[in-house]
């Protein structure tokens, strides 16, 4: 302490507070973000200045990236799984726009299909009118009204996300112009001749009346009744000649979990591959039930099935009699002595999907209620009826049509009602007859996975129905089959993640036709007209036109409010051709939005760049987008392709709300703000099924205020910054020469991930950079500097024009990721009332930057840091010392490099650039050819140990710091040297100010 009589209005009083010559961050950029609150504002902010558009204006004339936006269906509030998609498209549109591109975003929905006709139609039932009741015109147009009233809904959700499009004008599949297009897209099919009508089975809803895409299936556990059925065996094989002696009387035995498809049965599959055996039962197990089995019965089973199928049937003993090969075997049906509508035979035929894994080795074929039975009995046409090749035993309604006795009208699924869904009377009706006509053998049940309507979440049943269908294998006029084109174009897509490409094409190389027609009422329908006579699909251009025009004007609504002779014109005869009712597949109205969103909109290009969708989409709408694009123009409409996962909860079990594990986007966003979902999103590998809860969104509500504090620090150092404060390049100490050579690397980093869509390698790279690079070393290290150095001193000025450049990147690095934190410290440093930081490009950051060699002796320099600061927590832990500043490490080295490094990057001495760099007051490095014994080691450092030690000197009252040379200028003598001059500079340049 100073004398106490000195004057205490000289600059040299003992008493006096040097707070104020210090430079402390100074910012109005607050640590608490206040997200929930200030998001929307910026959304207003960005809504009145126009940003979408702005930008538009700004990217004329560049190279364009398009993102076409797969359209989610517009009905229900966005959940979590939405919202990740729509901001994982954000990442893409706005890192894009910042590289340099013109990245157009247009939002869409789909507007037609069944999960908004079935809404719709509950809507109205809840009104006591069932849908039959219900006038076309007015369902459709309660349809259309509904998707409208949520498109509103759904797009101020999307918006509050922070997604950046034209939300003044989405596109929807359901405008008139949207329509007219699809139906175009239709008619070139047609005009091709790849469209028929077929019969096949197709996967159908008995509750909602309707053929389902393999898209609009759920596949949830079911427990179904699993039964063995004996098919007695006819004494002739199909060329007349009899059968083995020992067969007569016996049974072919087949398993299914489809009790109600019995009566449709026409066949049993059999594999040539598959050894056969013929057995006889000896003994039956005693028990209270009474087997259907009894001794003597002859069954004819898979050998390596036979244990099962006897376990199942309670029969404890047998014989094995001989080896059966069953082609050319003849059954009669279970139900042949109920009704003669049984009596025809039912022949074995060769299947190559039958094998001797499970069941009895024998499949029983109902071709009108199974793809593989279909096929198998359509090989075969000797055995058809020629008025009905497939018979048809099921009612649109699930239930047997009348003619078919004993079952008519009994329904396989129950359609209403609390228990809608579970099982009709169908399936217990058909056991029971089996059990009358002593033709069964067992029964259980079996839980396994069915395919589920995934609107009214009801088990869907195999039906074959009359159908339109896209053939994929006949040859197209441009040459070439649709299924060719498409597994071309998939080759000469890129895929993210690669694995995506293996899923489609092997999706795409064994479908089947794709079938394009579905009995509804809201949605395009086929426009065509089919000869009555001959079936024969109308196929003129005139006609086509007419029908194109009328959608134009009109929309969809047209097809069905006008007369058949408005389109035939004046050559054709109404009364000789059939307008087609039948509704598209909502797959071809998406999978041709390409057509008039890419094509017709001039701010876009086709193809697209990339689609971006969840891994589901394979079967759907990359699929259909793929077969329309590759049938109408010979390839796909995306050059890239990327999928990502499904949210599960953060015990990995599917999210639910009658599991209570659910976060809908809108709470996240009342409780912490969009921007802590869309920094979960960065950091998560998107391409596989993510988790999600409160403890996990933790991590990033941690994660974001580290970012924050980071930039709140940058922008409090930065406070005042002059670019002519700024230093040259060539004039830059070395650490801030390092810090520009990181910026240099993470600029190539960030642009190339951003380019590949790999958001989480940005994520990882810039918080590693902000927290461990800059916060836990460049900024802790330059702190004395910023603080105490004079203004003008170039270690200071160069610190302040590095923590610049920083700043400026980082806010365009990270602003595709949190838009609305990097807006706010944009605008905290650069306030004005035009200016955005989306409106920025990534900075050019100069080649001269990267340095190899500094940054290997950077990276040497530290790992000696590492050791020392190791030996600084110790020496606090016990006490010895409070602050880093009192100690003076005493610091062994083996290895030249450490010093060799230190002096290749000062001019100054090494100890004292050594205390700086590990925040002492003092240090020394000692060359030594051992290690002391006793000193302070790290484990993977093996040449650096640490003898800890006291400062000497006094604490200079400014900085804090212990050196020798405090008191040396008599005018401060509680400062050091470096802070007197500081102060002198200060008090020399406020004179006159207090």
């Known amino acids: 302490m100073t004398d106490s009589s000195q004057d205490t209005g000289s600059a040299n009083t003992a008493e006096r507070n040097y707070r104020d010559t210090l430079f402390l961050p100074t910012t109005d950029f607050p640590m608490r973000a206040g997200l929930p609150k200030k998001e929307p504002e910026w959304l207003e902010r960005w809504a009145k200045m126009d940003l979408y558009k702005t930008l538009r204006a700004k990217s004329k004339g560049r190279e364009r990236f398009v993102l076409h936006d797969g359209p989610p269906y517009a009905n229900g509030h966005i959940h979590l799984g939405t919202g990740m998609n729509k901001i994982l498209k954000d990442f893409i549109v706005r890192s894009h726009q910042m590289a340099g591109y013109d990245a157009p975003y247009r939002p869409g929905w789909d507007c037609h299909g069944l999960p908004i006709e079935w809404k719709v139609e509950q809507e109205f039932r809840s009104k006591g009118r069932s849908k039959d009741q219900v006038p076309m015109e007015e369902f459709r147009k309660a349809c259309r009204d509904y998707a409208a009233q949520w498109i ?8 509050r996300l922070g997604v950046n499009g034209e939300w003044d004008r989405p596109y929807t599949t359901m405008a008139y112009e949207a329509e007219a297009a699809i139906v175009r897209e239709f008619l070139k099919f047609v005009e091709q001749g790849l469209v028929y009508q077929g019969s096949s089975p197709v996967m159908w809803s008995p509750v909602e009346q309707t053929a389902l895409a393999e898209a609009e299936v759920e596949y949830q ?16 094989r199909k060329d007349g000649s009899a059968i083995p002696a020992e067969a007569v009387g016996a049974h072919v035995v087949i398993w299914t979990t489809t009790p109600w498809t019995i009566p449709a049965n026409k066949a049993i599959c059999f594999s040539p591959s598959v050894s056969y055996g013929l057995y006889k039962v000896t003994e039956m197990a005693e028990t209270e039930f009474t087997p259907w089995a009894k001794v003597d019965d002859l069954f004819i089973v898979a050998d390596a099935l036979w244990d099962d199928t006897a376990r199942s049937g309670m029969i404890k003993s047998w014989q094995r009699v001989r080896d059966i090969n069953p082609d050319g075997f003849i059954c009669s049906h279970p139900f042949a002595d109920a009704d003669r509508y049984w009596s025809y035979p039912v022949p074995l035929l060769p299947g190559d999907h039958v094998t001797d894994e499970a069941g009895t080795g024998f499949v029983h074929t109902a071709p009108g209620h199974g793809a593989e039975d279909y096929a198998a009995w359509m090989a075969n046409p000797e055995w058809h009826d020629k008025n009905q090749p497939v018979p048809q035993t099921v009612g649109p309604d699930g239930a047997y049509y009348d003619t078919v006795p004993l079952f008519g009208g009994q329904h396989i699924i129950r359609l209403d009602g609390k228990k809608q869904g579970q099982d009709g009377p169908a399936n217990k009706s058909v056991i029971d007859q089996l059990i009358t006509c002593e033709r069964l053998l067992a029964r259980g049940r079996l839980e396994h996975s069915y395919p589920h309507s995934w609107r009214s979440k009801a088990p869907v049943i195999f039906r074959n129905t009359p159908q339109w269908f896209v053939a994929i294998d006949r040859p197209m006029t441009s040459g070439g089959s649709l299924r060719d084109a498409a597994l071309t174009s998939i080759g000469e897509t890129a895929w993210t993640p690669s694995v995506g490409e293996n899923r489609i094409r092997g999706m795409v190389e064994g479908r089947p036709d794709w079938l394009i027609s579905r009995q509804r009422a809201w949605g395009v329908p086929l426009t065509m007209f089919v000869e009555t006579a001959t079936g024969r699909v109308l196929n003129d251009p005139a006609v086509n036109a007419r029908i194109v025009k009328a959608v134009e004007a009109g929309g969809a609504d047209a097809w069905f409010g006008s007369e058949s002779a408005d389109f035939l014109g004046d050559e054709y005869d109404p009364a000789e051709w059939e307008k087609v009712v039948d509704i598209l597949d909502v797959w071809f109205d998406s999978g041709s939005t390409h057509a008039f969103v ?17 891994s589901d989409q394979h079967r759907g709408w990359f699929q259909s987008s793929l077969l329309e694009a590759c049938g109408t123009r010979g390839r796909a409409p995306y050059n890239a392709v990327v999928t990502h996962g499904f949210i599960m909860a953060g015990d990995g079990r599917k999210m639910s709300k ?16 969009v921007e802590i979902l869309r920094l979960w999103a960065a950091s998560q590998d998107y391409t596989d099924d993510l988790r999600m809860s409160e403890e996990i969104l933790q991590t990033s509500v941690d994660a974001y205020r580290k970012l924050r504090n980071t930039l709140r620090y940058l922008l409090g150092a930065l406070h ?27 600029d190539g980093l960030v642009r190339e991930s951003y380019k590949t869509f790999d958001f989480k390698r940005v994520y990882a790279a810039l918080f590693n950079f902000c927290v461990v690079d800059l916060s836990a070393f460049y900024l802790d290290v330059r702190k004395d500097s910023l603080y105490c150095d004079r203004p003008d ?110 002096s290749a990057e000062t001019d100054q001495d090494v ?24 000193s302070f080691t790290l484990e993977d450092v093996k040449d650096v140990a640490v003898v800890s030690g006291l400062s000497e000197g006094r604490k200079c009252a400014r900085s804090w710091k212990i050196l020798p040379d405090v008191g040396s200028d008599a005018r401060y003598p509680d400062l050091s040297a470096r802070d007197a001059d500081a102060v002198a500079h200060w008090d020399a340049t406020h004179a006159g100010t207090a």
């Open 152 to 159: 509103d809904v759904q797009s101020q959700e999307f918006q």
């Open 221 to 236: 556990d079911k427990t179904s009744t699993t039964i063995h059925v004996r098919f007695p065996l006819r004494g002739v």
């Open 598 to 614: 890419l094509e017709e909109d001039g701010a876009q290009t086709w193809p697209a760049d990339v689609y971006l969708e969840g």
């Open 658 to 673: 009658s599991l209570g594990n659910t976060l809908a986007p809108n709470e996240i966003a009342k409780k912490y703000g």
């Open 720 to 746: 005042g910054f002059d670019k002519a404060e700024a230093v040259p390049f060539a004039e830059m100490p070395s650490l801030e020469r390092w810090v520009l050579h990181r910026l240099h690397e993470l």
């Open 793 to 902: 001193e170039i270690r200071r000025r160069a610190a302040r024009t590095v923590m610049e450049a920083v700043f400026a990147r980082l806010t365009a690095w990270l602003a595709p990721i949190m838009p609305f934190t990097m807006e706010e410290a944009w605008l905290s440093h650069h306030p004005s009332e035009t200016d955005s930081v989306h409106l920025r490009d990534f900075p050019v950051t100069p080649g001269d930057w990267h340095d190899g060699a500094l940054a290997e002796r950077w990276q040497t320099i530290r790992r000696l840091r590492r050791v020392v600061t190791g030996a600084l927590e110790v020496e606090r832990r016990e006490k010895r010392i409070g602050s880093s500043l009192e100690a003076n490490p005493q610091v062994y080295v083996t290895s030249a490099d450490y010093r060799d490094a230190i």
């Open 911 to 934: 100890d004292a650039f050594l205390a700086d760099i590990v925040i002492t007051s003092q240090a020394s490095l000692i060359d030594a050819g051992d290690l002391p014994d006793g």
